[in-house]
């Protein structure tokens, strides 16, 4: 990506750690100025999250959740030496992976249309996470990301229209990393961070250092 370009992340909302691994991935590859949208209710819960480059959305309150749009989109307008990123979660709450259809809030493309408005284009990255018990006691975290897109100016169709593509790229995208899952197809998955060893691996290494032993 161009990082003269901001970039808007975008996603869907199936566990608390979102926020986390945002940061994460930032952190690792992309080296972004770091912002991060999250429930009100849940940024008084975790004050912590400001930490991370996370402010609030109250959707409770129409005008403080203006204030909120207005302020993500001049994050992204800012003047900076890096990449602004906005990662965002415009189903507002935290709901099952595998809930359809998915429900959108306009927030995201609110953001956008203030953006396009100042600049000639912005990028948008479908990035969709999903939680799996597979062959340990502890779970895998899957993050999948699909390439950029670049909107420009002339290709804004307005909040609703926008709002839709959002929607059907998630599902589309969260389909595909499910299927992948289910046939167990993970070679185009590399590992990030190892956690510490579930108690069948330690079994597995213990057995088969002392499986050869035997009593005299």
């Not at 990123?85 to 992976?97: R, S, T, Y």
């Not at 429900?103 to 953001?111: D, L, M, P």
């Not at 000639?120 to 993050?143: A, C, G, M, T």
Request: hydrophobic share 40%.
């Amino acid at each position: 990506m161009d990082s003269g370009i901001p970039v808007i992340f975008y996603g869907n909302h199936a566990y608390w750690w979102d926020g986390f691994w945002s940061q994460l991935c930032t952190e690792l590859w992309f080296h972004q100025n770091l912002f991060i949208i999250i429930e009100y209710s849940q940024l008084v819960k975790h004050q912590f999250f400001t930490r991370l480059g996370a402010f609030s959305i109250d959707r409770s309150n129409a005008r403080s959740a203006i204030g909120t749009l207005d302020y993500a989109s001049r994050c992204l307008l800012s003047s900076s030496d890096r990449q602004n990123a906005l990662w965002i979660f415009p189903q507002g709450q935290i709901e099952h992976v595998d809930k359809r259809p998915l429900v959108f809030f306009r927030g995201t493309a609110g953001i956008v249309e203030r953006v396009l408005k100042k600049r000639d284009s912005i990028y948008l990255v479908s990035v969709v996470s999903r939680i799996e018990y597979l062959e340990d006691q502890k779970p895998d975290i899957f993050l999948s990301f699909w390439p950029q897109r670049l909107l420009k100016q002339g290709d804004w169709d307005g909040l609703d229209a926008f709002t839709t593509f959002m929607q059907a790229t998630t599902e589309s995208h969260l389909d595909k990393v499910k299927q992948e899952v289910i046939e167990r197809r993970l070679d185009g998955f590399d590992t990030v961070i190892l956690g510490s060893e579930s108690i069948n691996r330690r079994v597995e290494a213990f057995r088969k250092v002392f499986g050869k032993c035997h009593p005299a």
